[in-house]
């Protein structure tokens, strides 16, 4: 069920030290373990990689682990930081970027936040990212036919 | 003069008509927003600043340039709060210093602007807003629209318009 007018199913994460959530309909599976080809939630939308994100988010009381969540169509697999938990984000909680931050930030891929009890959540288009990025390394990769 | 008039209510006329005179002769004021940087001071027109905001939780997000503090919540709506003090080439206060944020209302954008103290909203009368000096710092020229001087302060008057327009484009 990916939207209802009470609500945004959504996969929550961390990356970076801050709480991320994507929609779950784009979400086909998790991981327990990357394969070659996963790539990183922070290298796809452009956020410095923090391990222990314990540090800056007191959400967290716990190391994070890493899971990996296949993502869009393509099931790319894309690396995130636990806890990693489905949820739903009353419709009431969520807010389109204000027009500062949405022409000031430099990451891919936010679509909006959502302001909880816990804290804010930014919502990202996983599938469009992961889409993009891997448009842009097939552009880089010459066709067969001309090796 | 109308049938059932009283002294009583010519006299209310009478007074109305004088004080609709000075009405008429009174040189058209502004309301301006004064508010201070550290030493400096500054000035919005009254009418580009909706509200002082109340303390607020402002929440940080990430990949936001360091004049854009974050987004606060305002009785349901989210706006954003940008530093008026990195907006102007000013460093910042030490941690913990006193602050207020107002709400920048212009045709353009809407945002939450961090200075350190509200001096005073006060009405003037437009003649005391005089051109902008030329010793004007060179980065403040194209937002400063004019000067007033207030307690001892000759306090730019800041255009909000260009500000916010300067800083969605990436100028500031």
């Excluded at chain 1, 990451?107 to 996983?126: P, Q, R, W």
């Excluded at chain 2, 009405?23 to 009418?47: C, I, M, R, Y």
Aim: glycine letters at 8%; one cysteine or more.
């Amino acid at each position: 069920m990916p939207a209802t007018t009470d609500g945004l199913d959504v996969v929550s994460f961390f990356a970076g030290g801050f709480r991320f959530a994507v929609e779950s309909r784009h979400v086909h599976g998790m991981l327990a373990d990357r394969d070659a080809d996963t790539v990183t939630v922070e290298d796809l939308i452009g956020l410095p990689l923090e391990r222990d994100s314990t540090k800056s988010h007191p959400a967290l009381r716990h190391p994070v682990s890493r899971k990996c969540l296949l993502i869009g169509g393509a099931r790319d697999c894309v690396e995130v930081g636990g806890p990693v938990e489905l949820e739903t984000l009353p419709a009431d909680s969520l807010y389109p970027l204000p027009p500062p931050v949405k022409a000031r930030m430099s990451l891919g891929g936010i679509k909006g936040l959502a302001m909880t009890s816990a804290g804010i959540l930014l919502i990202v288009d996983l599938a469009a990212v992961s889409a993009s990025a891997r448009t842009s390394i097939d552009d880089l990769v010459p066709p067969r036919s001309s090796l | 003069m109308t049938a059932g008039d009283t002294d009583f209510d010519r006299v209310l006329r009478s007074r109305q008509k004088k004080m609709d005179a000075v009405v008429n002769v009174d040189e058209p004021t502004v309301k301006l927003v004064v508010v201070s940087l550290g030493d400096q001071w500054f000035a919005f027109h009254g009418g580009t600043i909706k509200e002082i905001l109340a303390d607020s939780v402002v929440y940080f997000l990430p990949g936001c340039p360091a004049s854009l503090e974050g987004v606060v919540n305002v009785r349901g709506d989210i706006e954003s709060v940008i530093r008026l003090r990195a907006l102007l080439g000013l460093p910042e206060p030490l941690a913990g210093a006193p602050s207020r944020i107002l709400l920048g209302v212009t045709s353009a954008m809407r945002s939450g602007i961090r200075v350190d103290r509200v001096e005073e909203v006060l009405d003037v009368p437009q003649s005391a807003i005089q051109e902008p000096p030329h010793t004007i710092p060179e980065h403040l020229r194209p937002l400063v629209q004019g000067i007033v001087a207030f307690r001892d302060h000759v306090v730019p008057l800041l255009n909000l318009d260009q500000l916010f327009a300067d800083y969605r484009t990436g100028l500031r």
